[in-house]
């Protein structure tokens, strides 16, 4: 019987590599896994695997935590940097050796590659067989040695996996890796297993590109005798094409997704959605996913990115969003002054309803704050025409002689101008946009005309109602 974890205590963990940024793909993985967490009432646990000491700067372990955060993940305690247990590691290696599964090999690296070069050439697999597995004896003096694993030869290897399902390996496919290199570091595969004990973890829910290492992790774990974790190997997100999703389809990483303007709410949705699915239920809020999350309905094939769907989540989730958020989400990159905030806050319930990202309530919003005479954009100028100038007089006129100026108010005068000038009402609207935004696209005319105030909308008609450069 091998040990287990008491069935009734969830303790799941991320375990990112810095690499420079936070891939969305990891970003999904470790959604699931604080989920799950969360939904059974356990710990979700965070180990950054900075190891490769050139990769893992503080700025790329910084990129991991600030994307995580972002995106409202928090995890139990502080944060686990799995270099700080490398002599624990090193320990266990050694505790191996004396249970008598594992051993110093002292191939040197021209031996290992003879025997690789030579499975080649006779076009098998290379399956490493160490004469140092079953020699008693003290290896060479000087030469250096790597501690490597008594791998099982005979039987299988079953892993039932909760995504993947009863996934089994004959053990002659397992060879006797590496568990601590000669300069005494010790290899992925043993840190993470060591790590995994340590921190209790119940359930590895992970990318299923590390499902062949779960066979040989497993190895280890029996041979210390310690509790078997459950797993779960996700399926890797893919592209639109079915290719796995790589640089050429775009952006990869959670930052790339902030700065194109979707809110952490959207990508968090999208993410979830993306491979797990809760009837035909597509918004689904924080505290839902938790309460219905689960790995059952994980599906077993990759799942496409489909921007557009996240830019339909990311619309939904800005017409949700407060305009006091909103409007200092994109008061940055507008430059206002104090009288201008509040202006935008104002206008936001309209503009937000036209916007799929935060870079185009920005766009939407650059009128209202534009220095007059405003530039006028193409679409704009096609609208401001020799015969829209007697109408935009008249609506100049009319519009001086407002009292009250209220959405209805104006809207009456405005229609009344179109009426005396026997056109539809649209022959005007479009015309008076153009003058008061510089644009051929706003949020509507009358709401325009209120959130401008009536000085700055006059004087903006009064710009077009000239002839350019007469
Ligand atoms: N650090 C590994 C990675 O980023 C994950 C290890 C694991 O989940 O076991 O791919």
Redesign the pocket.
């Known amino acids: 019987m091998s040990a287990s974890h008491n069935p009734s205590f969830v303790v799941t963990r991320f375990?990112?590599?810095p690499t420079g940024f936070l891939h969305i793909g990891?970003a999904r993985t470790g959604l699931f896994s604080w989920l799950f967490a969360r939904h059974h009432g356990g710990q979700a646990l965070l180990r950054v695997?900075d190891t490769d000491k050139a990769r893992s700067t503080q700025a790329a372990i910084d990129v991991i935590l600030d994307g995580l955060q972002w995106l409202g993940l928090d995890w139990d305690g502080p944060a686990h940097f799995q270099s700080e247990f490398e002599p624990r590691h090193a320990e266990v290696a050694h505790q191996l050796i004396e249970r008598g599964a594992a051993y110093r090999c002292y191939l040197t690296p021209e031996e290992l590659k003879a025997r690789r070069d030579k499975a080649q050439a006779e076009r098998r697999p290379f399956r490493l067989v160490s004469e140092w597995r079953d020699r008693s004896e003290a290896g060479p003096e000087g030469v250096p040695s790597v501690i490597r694993l008594k791998a099982p030869r005979e039987g299988e290897t079953v892993i039932e996996d909760l995504v993947q399902g009863r996934v089994a390996v004959a053990n002659a496919e397992l060879d006797d890796f590496v568990l601590l290199r000669s300069d005494g570091s010790p290899t992925y595969m043993l840190a993470?297993v060591v790590d995994d004990h340590d921190m209790g973890v119940t359930h590895?829910i992970?990318g299923d590109d590390?499902l062949n290492n779960a066979f040989r992790q497993l190895a280890i774990i029996r041979a210390m005798g310690w509790p078997e974790p459950t797993y779960a190997h996700i399926p890797l997100i893919h592209g639109p094409d079915g290719a796995k999703l790589s640089k050429r389809h775009g952006a990869l990483g959670v930052h790339d997704y902030r700065d194109m303007g979707i809110l952490p709410e959207a990508l968090f949705n999208y993410l979830l959605r993306l491979g797990w699915g809760h009837g035909d239920d597509e918004i689904i809020s924080k505290d839902q996913a938790i309460a219905w999350f689960d790995l059952d309905h994980v599906g077993k094939s990759p799942s496409r990115f489909d921007m557009k769907k996240l830019e339909s989540l990311n619309a939904h989730y800005i017409r949700e969003a407060d305009n006091e958020r909103l409007a200092k989400l994109v008061a940055g990159q507008l430059d206002l002054t104090k009288a201008d905030s509040d202006m935008l806050e104002r206008a936001m319930p309209e503009l937000k309803s036209r916007a799929h990202d935060l870079n185009q309530l920005a766009e939407g919003a650059r009128f209202l704050f534009a220095k007059r005479p405003l530039a006028i954009d193409e679409g704009a100028a096609a609208l401001l025409t020799a015969d829209s100038r007697p109408l935009l007089r008249a609506a100049h006129d009319a519009l001086g002689k407002v009292a009250a100026w209220e959405h209805d108010r104006l809207e009456e005068a405005v229609r009344l101008v179109a009426e005396q000038a026997d056109v539809k009402l649209g022959k005007l609207a479009q015309p008076l946009r153009a003058a008061l935004t510089g644009r051929s696209t706003s949020p509507g005319i009358f709401d325009v005309l209120v959130l401008l105030g009536q000085g700055e909308s006059l004087a903006r008609i009064a710009d077009q109602m000239v002839e350019p450069n007469a």
């Open positions: 375990a990112p590599s990891n695997e993470v590895i992970r590390h």
